[in-house]
Structures are given as structure tokens and as C-alpha cells.
């Protein structure tokens, strides 16, 4: 592999590392009342984003072919039924919990990675789609994942 895919693979994973970090010192910084709270009147609120987060980075390890979810649970609360929609949630320590296991496992598969396997395709997409559009390996997956924390980590900022 080139420096060049080094270079990209160092920043794509020094952004999200930037992200986890941001996510993190918010979600540190509020209270489970606080989480309880809308973003805004009649917006999600806090709880939902810490589940709906946890939920989608759950489903990274599958998608990023290092293992099966370990939260499968948290699909139908988080990621198929809006907020409010779902009577009873985990408890907001449950999914602090949940939060940090999964970063801390996708942490652990990123470290592992050569620089040559960030550019393999990823589980959603077939060998012949892959040969048409080889940036859709694991590398993009982690670079739109980021986006989307970057989105929902603005919309926290809002119960401060």
C-alpha cells in the first residue's frame, strides 16, 4: 500500500477517534435527567441518541466483517420505531454501558487492521457491486459513520 492510503486511512480514523472523543465527553457531561430531555420540543431526545448511536455502531461490527452484534436488541427502539414509540427503553446506564463496549470494540478491530483491509469491501455490498465501485469498502463506512455522529453529537449540544 501507498503512503497515500496510510495518509487517508490515519485521517479517517483520527476523525472519528475525534468524534468518539467529543461524543463521549458529552454524554459524560449530562445527567441521566438531562438525557431524559428533548432536544427540542417534540424533537428525540437524549436517551434515544445514546441508543440510536449505540445501535448503529453495533452494527458496524457486522457490516465491517469482525463480528456479530452484540446489542441486536437495541435495532427495533432505536433504529426502526422513532422516539416515543417504544414504551419501555434500557435504563440510560444500560446504554452507557452498551456505548462504551461497542466503541471500545470497534477500537479494538480498527488497531488490528492493515492499511490494505480498510479498502476491502464491506458486508453489504457484493463482489461484482465492489469491482464496479471499489470506494465502497470499510474505510467509507467509517468516514459516513463519523458524519453521522458529528450530526447527533450537534444535536446534544442542545441539552447542555
Known amino acids: 500500500m501507498t503512503n497515500q492510503n496510510q495518509l487517508a486511512v490515519k485521517s479517517v480514523l483520527d476523525t472519528w477517534n475525534g468524534r468518539i472523543k467529543q461524543a463521549n465527553e458529552i454524554f459524560n457531561g449530562l445527567t441521566d435527567e438531562q438525557l431524559q430531555k428533548e432536544i427540542a420540543p417534540g424533537r428525540n431526545r437524549g436517551i434515544y441518541l445514546l441508543g440510536h448511536l449505540t445501535a448503529v455502531h453495533d452494527r458496524m461490527l457486522p457490516l465491517l ?29 444500560e446504554l452507557r454501558t452498551a456505548w462504551e ?47 453521522h455522529l458529528a450530526y447527533h453529537v450537534g444535536q446534544l449540544v442542545l441539552l447542555k
Do not use: I
Request: glycine share 2%; proline share 7%.
Open 65 to 93: 466483517d469482525f463480528e456479530a452484534q452484540v446489542y441486536p436488541q437495541l435495532d427495533e427502539p432505536f433504529l426502526t420505531k422513532p422516539d416515543k414509540a417504544v414504551a419501555e427503553l434500557p435504563s440510560v446506564k
Open 101 to 147: 463496549n461497542v466503541n471500545s470494540k470497534l477500537t479494538e478491530h480498527f488497531n488490528k487492521m492493515q492499511v490494505d483491509e480498510w479498502f476491502q469491501k464491506h458486508s453489504a455490498v457484493t463482489a461484482e457491486d465492489f469491482a464496479k465501485e471499489p470506494h465502497r469498502n470499510r474505510l467509507n463506512v467509517v468516514v459516513g459513520r463519523a458524519g
